[in-house]
T-cell receptor, first 118, second 113 residues
Framework: NAGVTQTPKFRILKIGQSMTLQCTQD?????MYWYRQDPGMGLKLIYY???????DKGEVPNGYNVSRSTTEDFPLRLELAAPSQTSVYFC?????????????????FGEGSRLTVL | AQSVSQHNHHVILSEAASLELGCNYS??????LFWYVQYPGQHLQLLLK??????LVKGIKGFEAEFIKSKFSFNLRKPSVQWSDTAEYFC???????????FGGGTRVLVKP
């Protein structure tokens, strides 16, 4: 049971390049999230998904896109990388309470992807 | 919109000292509250959570937190810290019916041996 797996762990991009951060989970969780972590700023939600085919914006979605074609995968795409996107990105998933379907809020995080845009 | 404030950005302690980290949230409805921890080089993991009932909740590794509804607070405590408690601690809040967790800015705790 691998949990939440993110790739790549490290990446350096030039301004204007594009890339996709991959995230996959094997826990059959409905909910998946992308956060960015900047020093002293905590974690900011970029996008989230409540199930396959459904995505929604978080606090800081500009410059990013997501898709959720399967329960397992939730890739994050940066179309035109900018220095402001230099950050550590975390993917997370969570499961609903079995009967009521409400999100438990217990997030399982991946190990993070450190992205530098120069 | 909900928000979370953690007042201490950095805390330095000696082993066996007591730890208390402040967390205040802003939200008008009922909430679920969480503390997550990130040990050096590791990913975030859940330390403890409050959903309902007894406002004093106990988590892993001897940590506990108290929910004081009137103060919109959820402070984290540990009576006697160890060097291995060196980590960054994040408070988070979620509305009970919602799907999004909002995190505070984090508190870096350094425990000196």
């Amino acid at each position: 049971n691998a949990g939440v797996t993110q790739t790549p762990k490290f990446r350096i991009l030039k301004i204007g390049q594009s890339m996709t951060l991959q995230c996959t989970q094997d826990m059959n969780h409905n909910y998946m999230y992308w956060y960015r972590q900047d020093p002293g700023m905590g974690l900011k939600l970029i996008y989230y998904s409540v199930g396959a085919g459904i995505t929604d914006k978080g606090e800081v979605p500009n410059g990013y896109n997501v898709s959720r074609s399967t329960t397992e995968d939730f890739p994050l795409r940066l179309e035109l990388a900018a220095p402001s996107q230099t950050s550590v990105y975390f993917c997370a998933s969570s499961a609903p309470l079995s009967r009521r379907g409400v999100n438990t809020g217990e997030l399982f995080f991946g190990e993070g992807s450190r992205l530098t845009v120069l | 919109a909900q928000s979370v404030s953690q007042h201490n950005h950095h805390v330095i302690l000696s082993e066996a000292a007591s730890l208390e980290l402040g967390c205040n949230y802003s939200y008008g409805g009922t909430v679920n509250l969480f503390w997550y921890v990130q040990y050096p080089g590791q990913h975030l993991q859940l330390l403890l959570k409050y959903f309902s009932g007894d406002p004093l909740v106990k988590g892993i590794k001897g940590f506990e937190a108290e929910f004081i509804k009137s103060k919109f607070s959820f402070n984290l405590r540990k009576p006697s810290v160890q060097w291995s408690d060196t980590a960054e601690y994040f408070c988070a809040v979620k509305s009970t019916a919602g799907n999004k967790l909002t995190f505070g800015g984090g508190t870096r705790v350094l425990v000196k041996p």
